[in-house]
């Protein structure tokens, strides 16, 4: 299976480049790194603590987020023009370098 490169960058500034396999969500690719990106919900699309802020570049190449993932995105803390959810992103060849910011906080807005 292709693997890619994949750079996490702390709020306070730190990269961390990953190796990852190309078919697996941000938010596996974290947890499998001991990245800081809770994902309470195991990736069902339930909360929103497995925000990620994308590099506009790779950005503007993912799919249009479904209206589900909006509708999370709507009680994201910090939220930005290129917030995702973890969970929702499948990670591809074309995202060989990709830069992933960990926002500042992240709040469950399910209570969990």
Same mark, same amino acid.
């Given at each position: !299976?292709?693997?890619?490169?994949v750079i996490? +960058?702390?709020?306070? @500034?730190t990269?961390k480049? %990953?190796?990852a396999? %190309? @078919? !697996?969500? %941000?938010?596996? *690719? ?9 994902g309470? /919900?195991e990736?069902?699309m339930a /909360?929103?603590? /497995?925000h990620i802020? +994308? ?7 993912l =799919? &249009?987020?479904?209206e589900e993932?909006?509708? !999370? *995105?709507?009680?994201? %803390?910090?939220?930005? @023009?290129?917030?995702r959810l973890? /969970?929702?992103i &499948? *990670? ?6 990709m830069?992933?910011? *960990? =926002? ?5 807005? !399910?209570?969990?």
């Open positions: !299976m292709a693997e890619i490169d996490f +960058v702390e709020a306070n @500034g990269e480049t %990953v190796k396999k %190309v @078919g !697996m969500s %941000v938010l596996q *690719l974290a947890h499998y790194n001991d990245i800081d990106m809770e309470t /919900c990736g069902n /909360c929103s603590t /497995c802020i +994308v590099q506009q570049k790779f950005y503007d190449a =799919p &249009e987020a479904s993932e909006e509708e !999370m *995105l709507d009680f994201t %803390v910090g939220l930005t @023009g290129t917030s973890g /969970c929702q &499948e *990670l591809t060849k074309a995202m060989d370098g830069r992933l910011y *960990l =926002p500042k906080s992240s709040q469950n807005m !399910m209570g969990f």
